[in-house]
Structures are given as structure tokens and as C-alpha cells.
């Protein structure tokens, strides 16, 4: 029903609106994907789960404002739309949470046990794990929160199972030692993805690798990790280099020692780098442990699960890494094996999570092999099953995909879903989907849990109820779009893709939509070190939902960075707020009995320019906003609907209307309303999945004549009506815009009295004429009193002269202006035009333009030239018509 327009307050209460607006969309159901008729087309996304650990950043903020906007958008469009929401268990991150609560009790997860832990474990997640889910509301995410989904729910950890087992029962799954990444503080096992490297300047140590046999010689070699000498098993150098060629085939001495290890040669070693010589540390560096496997060296593990040294480093076992390497190092200078060390620049490894630097370490580990689950995403994307957007991001995914790597799948933790495998004392397998064989009580559990990108990957179809073949799986599977931030296509979108087409045979989503990075307005990263973190819960408390939303749309394309600042938010508050007064006056000046009335629109033939003018804008909005919405390029529809309220409707139309809502002719008077709530009623539908909040709030004062008693939640989308569109009232009104904003300028830049009222006569072609039939609109806007038509083409003396295109107007200054400075200007003008017309002319006489650009942008072009030349023409006729 629709709200007295006594009871709109002056500005939007977004405090207390979002809080009631949300709580009644969410209690009529609206949210839910039955809202729509039962034979609806489904629309669904599933929001990309955010840690269980989470509090509110701006990247949660970007992926809930986009995916919601694309989930009101179909649900307007009336497709059954449905945007399953969930949280991720996020096994290291909750882990570490939970044992820095143990920590600070006193204890550890070691002296509590794996059962306790997990018990603990679930209660923190029940305490704490709501307030990143409240966090999303607040944002006016409308997903369909009675599928809420936890990835370690009975039913997900179903879904894992079967995949893991599946993939047992294929082959495809192994256990097997390898050179993984290995945490000391977290004393798991983590993927190259969960690392990210580091610019730092360490020390580069030099030391002598002393060939056996030989009355002192060596070869030089440089490491920034001595204690990994320890664990050497040969000397590499290029089997070109004269330097070492000789060494070739001996025996060299590790340092400390006296154990001899093999110089071997390999085209790998750089000669022009550092000394030529490579230390080979297969089990402890990637690149080595390929050397290893070419030459069948053998792999020595220095180094305990917390990075101590354990007992192959002989005098050295039990000392941490960093104190090993520095009593090494001593020992080595004592024996006369150092040459030098030097600062060196290099990027070293860290873990995501918690930060410490990583060892490579060898590790008995289970695996998946991924090469023929990757072909199966290669070929997906390849064919166009799936889209990404941006394009440019699939060369990224098909290099990645192309040089995959099996995957480690199994994590030294306790919080996760624990991996179904056990085994005899003898080391069998079994794996089973209903456990260990009955009976068999001597079997142990593996103690890993499955890595959490193992879970997540399963996303779009266990969030349905995959393996079971659920009424929610048949009508919602697969999905439409996956939208997430560029920084996890490999994480978690290349996986879902992979996991979709292999489990289910079907991809999870036609499309991959890429957002980019959310920056400080300098372009930095934020961080908290920085002090350049914006906190969205204290920026929404400050300006509103809608604005933080509308500022992240509208401030970035698909797949770049953008740089956010408060400014920018307060402007996104600041529109709210034009919004919020621009409807108020509409509805305002409906007059006695608007709640019921009609509000048909006439004729456009029956419009005056004006009107016609912004019904055509109003109409080629609505057909480029849901082009710009189809193609994902929403930022831009953003602004463009913003433009048009603010510049176009706000500034020109509404002001104008004035003349009719308070004058005397009652026809006019009810075109104009019309119109007015016509321009109202789809601005709000084409804004609210943008703005949600305060476009539903203004939709409660909308007549219900023009609303049909529909939330705006559940309005239909807008469609463009062709009728309206009119290219000539498009230009005439741009030419009254224009002399308009001339005459301000000249009004200003003569210090013309802003109330005193001036005349202005009106010359040139047919356009002239429309000009001269719109006296009202320069009476309001510019106060000309008087606008006449001029007589035998005799301009007037001591006049002020503005053209545009081949209309002239002439404002009898005398005595107001300085005719001098006038014509300074009116020079300076000219000097404008004709830059831009030899800048046009050279443009379309350049022939790759005109073979490679599109038609309309060729014609429009031409169209720009002829405009300016008429300018031009005008311009020089002011000059030369111009009496002091």
C-alpha cells in the first residue's frame, strides 16, 4: 500500500531502513527461487563461501554487490532465482584461530587430543562463525538462507567421500613421497598456490665445495640457506664451462662433514650466473629434485616437521634452521671454507596463512592426478561451454591447466574433513565409502584431512545435494554464473571447473566472471600495517549500504583493479540523497488522490520537445543498461543511470517541468506528472539491484497504480519501448542545453547580475526556430525574460554572440559587458574549433580508421566534423558581428 507522502522524511534513514527492509524481504520469502512461477527458468549462483574465520573486508563487499546485482536482475526478469549461500571450514585459518585460544588457556591441540580439539573446534564455529553470515546481510545479499551451507555439513561431507573415493576407484588418486611445500609453524603440507612469494634482501654465502683428491682445489658456489649443505648430494656445473670441466666425473667434499658426493654435469646450471657451480639439495629444492631424478641422486631429508634439524645433519641435529645455519657457517669459517657473503635481492617463499617462510621437504603425501581431469576443463573452455571474463584471463587458465601439476591433496591437520583410507599394520589400503570393513578393528585411520580447496571444488553440485540425485540438483544444476576476485582462478574456480565436468559431466556454469582487487586511492594494496584498510561496517554505519555498493560497481570493469577512497563513497551517499529528493518532489506534485490514479503516457506525436526529449533518454537507457547487464559491464550501466538521473532528469527535466506542475493549464499539468512518475517508476527498477535499500524504500511512496502493490524486489524489469525513441528531439534539446549553458557562462564571465533579466535574439536555420519556441525554458534557466526571433539577419550592437551549431543567439548587453574581452573570447573560441576539426578531418583521412572502425562510428565522426563546421561558421559570424 502505498506510504502518505507526509510521512517521507527529508532524507533517507538508512540505519533504520536497511535493518527493516532486509528482515521483511527475507520473512515474505522473497529471496527464495519458488517466488517465481513454477515453470520459471532457474537462474542461480553460488556465492563463492567465505572463511567460517571471516570478518568483512571489501573484497566480500565487491563479490556480494555483483553477485547480487546479477541475482535481482534475473529475478526482475522473472526467472526463479537462486543464490546459494555457505560458509567454507577453512581448515588452516580456523585451525590456527583455535589454537591460539588453546595457546592462551595454557595448553595446545597436542596436549588436548584430536578428539577434544574438534570438540573445541565446533564450538568456536558455532559462536563465532555466524557473524561473517550477519556480515552478508548487511549487505542486502538476498540469497536463499534456508540452503545455507557449511562445508563440512553431513551432507557436503558426503559429497567429499564420494568424490574421494570415486577418484580411488579410477586410479587417479596415490600416496607417494615427493617434494612438497611443507609449513614448519603449521607442520602441515600446502599447495603452490597457498604460498606467495616476497621481496627481500638476504645474505648470499660463498663458500668452497673442495674437490677430493685434488691439492686444494674447489669450485665456488653461492647459497642463501647453507644448512641445506647438510643434505647435499652433488655438485652441478655446465658441461661447456672450462672453468669446471675437469671436475667433471671427481668427487666433492660437503663442508664440515667429509661426506663425497658426485660433480655431475647439466646444461640446467647457468654458466653467466653467480659462480657457475650449483649446490644440488633434492630434498630440500624443486629444481634439484629434478636434477635428482635425471641423475639418480640420492634425496637426504635434513629437517623435522617444526624445520629443526634432525639426525642426517649429524653435530647439527635438534638445532632450529636459522641457528643451524649460523653455527655451519661459524664452523665453515673456521675450516677455511668461506669466500664471502653480500647482500642479494630474491623473492622467498611464505605461507598465506601463517607466514613463515616454506621448506621444500620430502613428505609421504596423497595425491590426485590431475592431466586427464585438466583436459576435460581445457576442452570446456575451448569450445565455449564456458566464458571468462574478461577474455584475456583464459590464456592464464589454459597455461596453468596445460602444465599442471598432480595435486596434494592431504593436510597435517585435525579440523577438516579427515581422509577415508585406513590401514593394517602391514601398510594396505582399504578405502571404503561406509568405513573400515567390518570387523576389522586392527585397521587405523589416516590422520590427514583433505586439503579445503578439495571440498570447495565440489561447491556448485554438493551445495544441491550431489551424489544424491536431489530435486534441487535436477532443476538448479548446472548453475549459470561463477563470480569471484581474478586472485582465485586457480585456487577455486579452475578446480570447480575440473570437478563439475568430472563428477557430473556437466560444466558447474556457463560463465566466470572476474572481479578485480579493491586498492587504496593511490593504488596500494591495503593492509593493516599500512593504516590504509577501509573497514566496510564503520563506512556503512557512516554513509549506507547503497553507497559502499554503488561506489565498488560502479568503480571498476571486469577483471581490473580499482582504487576506492571515503571521497568516492560520500559521492556514491551524495546521489543516494539526489535520488531520495528527486522522488520526493514527484510524488509531492501529484496532487489530491495520486495514491490511485492513473498515470498513462500520451502519444509521443503529442509531446513537446522537452518531454520527448527525455522519454527518448529515458528509453535508450533502459536498452543500454540491460545490454550493459548482459555483457557484465555494469559499472558502466552504473554511472549511465546516474548521469541520466543527475544530469538529464534532475538538472534540465525537472526544472522545466515547473512550468507546467505550477501553472494553470491542467493538461499540461497531468502530461507532466505522468511523465514525471514514468521517469521515477523505471529509474528505480533499473537502479535497485545496484541500490537496493533506498530504491525499495522510495518504491513504498510510488502509487500503487503505478507499482501494482509488487515490492520493488519482485517489479518487473523495464523494456525500452521504441515509440519513444526520437534522434531529432535528441538533438534539439542538446542545442537548448547548450545555448543554455552559454549563456550562464556569459552571464558569469560578465558579472551580469544573476536576477536581472535579460533579452536574447534568436538567428539562424530551422533550428533556430525550435529554440525560439521554447521561451519558458530560458526564462527559468538562464533569466531571458524575452527570446525573439531576429529580423533581415541584422545582428544588434554591444551584444554578447553564442552559437551553437547554426543557431545564434544575440544578448543585448550595453553597459553590462566588456565588448573587448568578448571578443578575446569569441577568438579563443574559434582557435577550440578549428583544433578540432583538423584533428577530425585527419581522422577520417586516415585509412586504417575508416577500414577498421565500425560504420556508426564512422558516421558519427562525420556528423562531429559537420557540427563543428557550422560552429566554426557561426563563430566567425559572431566575430564579425561584433560592435562594440
Avoid at 563487499?61 to 526467472?79: A, T
Avoid at 606467495?196 to 645474505?203: A, G, P, S
Amino acid at each position: 500500500m502505498t506510504q502518505p507522502i507526509q510521512d517521507m522524511p527529508k532524507n533517507f534513514n538508512f540505519a533504520e531502513a536497511e535493518r527493516r527492509l532486509y528482515t521483511w524481504w527475507e520473512s515474505q520469502g522473497y529471496f527464495k527461487p519458488e517466488v517465481a512461477p513454477p515453470d520459471a527458468k532457474p537462474y542461480v549462483i553460488a556465492i563463492p563461501p567465505p572463511n567460517v574465520t571471516g570478518e568483512l573486508h571489501l573484497g566480500h563487499v565487491m563479490f556480494v554487490s555483483l553477485e547480487d546485482l546479477m541475482i535481482r536482475y534475473e529475478r526482475m526478469r522473472g526467472k526463479a532465482a537462486l543464490w546459494i549461500p555457505g560458509t567454507d571450514h577453512a581448515g588452516i585459518a580456523t585451525q590456527l584461530q583455535v589454537e591460539k585460544m588453546l595457546r592462551d588457556e595454557g595448553t595446545s591441540r597436542e596436549e588436548v587430543g584430536r578428539e577434544e580439539f574438534l570438540y573445541r573446534t565446533w564450538q568456536w564455529k558455532e559462536k563465532y562463525g555466524g557473524a561473517i553470515v550477519n556480515q552478508l546481510r548487511r549487505l542486502g545479499a538476498s540469497c536463499d538462507w534456508d540452503r545455507l551451507a557449511f562445508t563440512l555439513d553431513d551432507g557436503l561431507s558426503k559429497a567429499v567421500r564420494e568424490a574421494f573415493i570415486t577418484l580411488w576407484e579410477q586410479g587417479l588418486l596415490y600416496r607417494g613421497t615427493r617434494l612438497i611445500n611443507w609449513s614448519p609453524g603449521l607442520k602441515t603440507a600446502v599447495s603452490d598456490l597457498e604460498v606467495e612469494y616476497r621481496d627481500e634482501t638476504v645474505q648470499l654465502y660463498y663458500f668452497k665445495y673442495m674437490i677430493d683428491g685434488t691439492d686444494g682445489e674447489y669450485i665456488p658456489v653461492a647459497t642463501i640457506r647453507p644448512e641445506t649443505i647438510l643434505g647435499d648430494t652433488a655438485v652441478a656445473v655446465h658441461p661447456e664451462d672450462e672453468r669446471y670441466q675437469k671436475f667433471i666425473g671427481k668427487m666433492a667434499v660437503v663442508p664440515i662433514t667429509g661426506r663425497k658426493i658426485p660433480v655431475i654435469a647439466d646444461e640446467y646450471v647457468d654458466r653467466e650466473f653467480g659462480t657457475g657451480g650449483l649446490k644440488v639439495t633434492p630434498a630440500h629444492d624443486f629444481n634439484d629434485y629434478k636434477l635428482a631424478q635425471k641423475h639418480n641422486l640420492p634425496l637426504i631429508n635434513i629437517m623435522n616437521k617444526d624445520a629443526s634439524l634432525n639426525d642426517n645433519a649429524g653435530q647439527y641435529a635438534g638445532l632450529d634452521r636459522y641457528v643451524a645455519r649460523k653455527r655451519l657457517w661459524e664452523d665453515m669459517t673456521i675450516a677455511g671454507l668461506v669466500i664471502k657473503t653480500e647482500p642479494y635481492a630474491t623473492s622467498l617463499p611464505h605461507t598465506q596463512r601463517g607466514g613463515e617462510i616454506v621448506e621444500p621437504m620430502i613428505s609421504e603425501q596423497w595425491f590426485v592426478k590431475m592431466q586427464p581431469i585438466a583436459d576435460k576443463a581445457i576442452k570446456a573452455v575451448r569450445d565455449g561451454q564456458i566464458k571468462i571474463v574478461p577474455e584475456r584471463f583464459e590464456k592464464v587458465y589454459f597455461h596453468w591447466l596445460e602444465n599442471i601439476q598432480d595435486w596434494c591433496i592431504s593436510r597435517q591437520l585435525w579440523w577438516g574433513h579427515r581422509i577415508p583410507a585406513w590401514y593394517d599394520k602391514e601398510g594396505n589400503i582399504f578405502v571404503d565409502r561406509n568405513g573400515p570393513p567390518s570387523g576389522r578393528y586392527d585397521l587405523e585411520q589416516d590422520p590427514d584431512v583433505l586439503d579445503t580447496w578439495f571440498s570447495s571444488g565440489l561447491w556448485p553440485f554438493s551445495t544441491l545435494g550431489w551424489p544424491s540425485q536431489t530435486a534441487d540438483l535436477a532443476r538448479y544444476y548446472p548453475g549459470d554464473v561463477l563470480e569471484t576476485g581474478y586472485d582465485i582462478l586457480f585456487f577455486w574456480v579452475a578446480r570447480m571447473i575440473m570437478m563439475g565436468l568430472w563428477f557430473t559431466d556437466k560444466a558447474p556454469f556457463h560463465t566466470v566472471y572476474l572481479h578485480g582487487l579493491v586498492r587504496d586511492e593511490r593504488g596500494e594494496k591495503m593492509s593493516k600495517t599500512k593504516g590504509n584498510v577501509i573497514d566496510p561496517l564503520i563506512t556503512m554505519d557512516k554513509y549506507g549500504t547503497d553507497s559502499l555498493r554503488y561506489t565498488l560497481i560502479t568503480g571498476g570493469t571486469p577483471g581490473n583493479d580499482q582504487n576506492i577512497s571515503e571521497s568516492r563513497i560520500e559521492y556514491g551517499r551524495n546521489f543516494g540523497n539526489k535520488l531520495w529528493q528527486l522522488t520526493k518532489f514527484v510524488i509531492s506534485n501529484l496532487g489530491d488522490g495520486y495514491e490511485t490514479r492513473s498515470y498513462p503516457l500520451p502519444d509521443p506525436s503529442k509531446l513537446d520537445v522537452p518531454t520527448q526529449w527525455i522519454l527518448s533518454r529515458l528509453h535508450e537507457l533502459i536498452g543500454s543498461v540491460q545490454r550493459l547487464f548482459d555483457t557484465y559491464q555494469y559499472g558502466e550501466a552504473g554511472r549511465q543511470i546516474k548521469d541520466f538521473l543527475w544530469e538529464e532528469f534532475a538538472d534540465w527535466y525537472v526544472e522545466i517541468s515547473k512550468d507546467a506542475l505550477y501553472g494553470s493549464d491542467e493538461e499540461a499539468k497531468t502530461l507532466t506528472r505522468n511523465v514525471l512518475v514514468h521517469v521515477i517508476d523505471v529509474s528505480l527498477r533499473l537502479l535497485h539491484p545496484i541500490m537496493p535499500f533506498i530504491t525499495e524504500e522510495l518504491w513504498r511512496y510510488v502509487p500503487d497504480s503505478v507499482t501494482g502493490g509488487k515490492p520493488l524486489i519482485l517489479a518487473a524489469w523495464p523494456e525500452p519501448d521504441g515509440r519513444y525513441l526520437n534522434t531529432d528531439a535528441d538533438a534539439q534539446m542538446n542545442t537548448i542545453r547548450d545555448l543554455v549553458v552559454k549563456v550562464r557562462n556569459v552571464r558569469l564571465d560578465y558579472n551580469v547580475d544573476p536576477g536581472k533579466r535579460i533579452t536574447a535574439l534568436v538567428g539562424g536555420a530551422e533550428m533556430a526556430n525550435t529554440v525560439a519556441a521554447h521561451p519558458q525554458i530560458f526564462a527559468r534557466l538562464c533569466n531571458v525574460e524575452k527570446l525573439t526571433a531576429l529580423e533581415n539577419g541584422s545582428a544588434p550592437d554591444q551584444a554578447a554572440v553564442i552559437a551553437s551549431g547554426d543557431v545564434t543567439l544575440y544578448l543585448p548587453l550595453a553597459g553590462m559587458i566588456d565588448f573587448a574581452a568578448e571578443r578575446e573570447r569569441l577568438v579563443k573560441e574559434l582557435d577550440n574549433v578549428k583544433a578540432q576539426i583538423e584533428k577530425s578531418e585527419k581522422l577520417l583521412a586516415n585509412e586504417g580508421f575508416v577500414s577498421r572502425a565500425k560504420p556508426d562510428v564512422i558516421q558519427k565522426e562525420r556528423a562531429k566534423l559537420a557540427d563543428l563546421t557550422a560552429t566554426r561558421s557561426s563563430v566567425e559570424e559572431r566575430l564579425r558581428s561584433l560592435v562594440g
